[in-house]
């Protein structure tokens, strides 16, 4: 079985520090990991994935995952943060199938 | 860029109707999905498409079906409507068959309530 955890329900941060929403998952092989993020009302928006390669993986807004294979976990970071950086965030694996987290909301307070 | 259109953003139905919720896409992917969102249970998948008429239950598909009559279309039925149903349901298309590693692309959703 697959799963995926968001250990946190809610992160608040302050505008210009760096921010980090934690995600850790469970498969028997190796996954293909990625992160959504959802604005109200709307759906959800691809923001990066990893495949394979350099465990560091660049995506859209300025937004990076740190993955790492012994802590099977797949972090994402943002060196500084903005308040329209706010909303909800998923982390998904994709392994015999797709498994999304429950979702971590990102408050960044001005 | 991958359009994926849901043909009402708010719904309100009453129990025991028959429900139909649309969902077009315009980047002929064959993989189609249908979800529900709930807050603290995240998505989950209620049923995905691989192929025109083809389809295969998710993790919660008891009360609903779907059809997929042509590639860039996919509906999902509330066979008789309950109010355990209200919910937001996402629909998503993909290049990749569940467990690829490609992305999903998301409609904006259909907020449905069953009163």
């Known amino acids: 079985a697959q799963s995926v955890a968001q250990p946190e329900d809610q992160v608040n941060v302050a505008e210009g520090n760096p921010l980090t929403v934690k995600c850790t998952y469970s498969?028997?092989?190796?996954?293909?990991l990625f992160w959504y993020v959802q604005y109200p009302n709307r759906g959800l928006q691809f923001l990066l994935k990893?495949?394979?390669?350099?465990?560091l993986v660049k995506g859209s807004y300025g937004f990076e995952a740190e993955f790492n294979k012994s802590q099977t976990s797949f972090h994402l970071k943002k060196p500084s943060a903005l308040v329209s950086d706010s909303a909800l965030y998923f982390c998904?694996?994709?392994?015999?199938?797709?498994?999304f987290g429950t979702g971590t909301k990102l408050q960044v307070i001005p | 860029d991958v359009k994926v259109t849901q043909s009402s953003r708010y719904l309100v139905k009453r129990t025991g109707e028959k429900v139909f919720l649309e969902c077009v896409q315009d980047?002929?992917?064959?993989?189609m999905f249908w979800y529900r969102q709930d807050p603290g249970l995240g998505l989950r998948l209620i049923y995905f498409?691989?192929?025109?008429?083809?389809?295969e239950k998710g993790d919660i598909p008891e009360g609903y079906s779907v059809s997929r009559e042509k590639k860039e279309r996919f509906s999902l039925i509330l066979e008789s409507a309950s109010t355990n149903q209200t919910s937001m349901y996402l629909c998503?298309?993909?290049?990749?068959?569940?467990?690829?590693?490609?992305?999903?692309?998301f409609g904006d959703g259909t907020r449905l309530s069953i009163l």
């Open positions: 998904a694996v994709s392994y015999q199938k797709v498994t």
């Open positions: 998503a298309s993909s290049s990749a068959a569940t467990g690829g590693g490609q992305p999903q692309h």
């Open positions: 980047m002929d992917h064959e993989n």
């Open positions: 498969v028997s092989g190796n996954p293909y």
């Open positions: 990893y495949i394979t390669g350099d465990n």
């Open positions: 498409s691989y192929d025109v008429k083809m389809k």
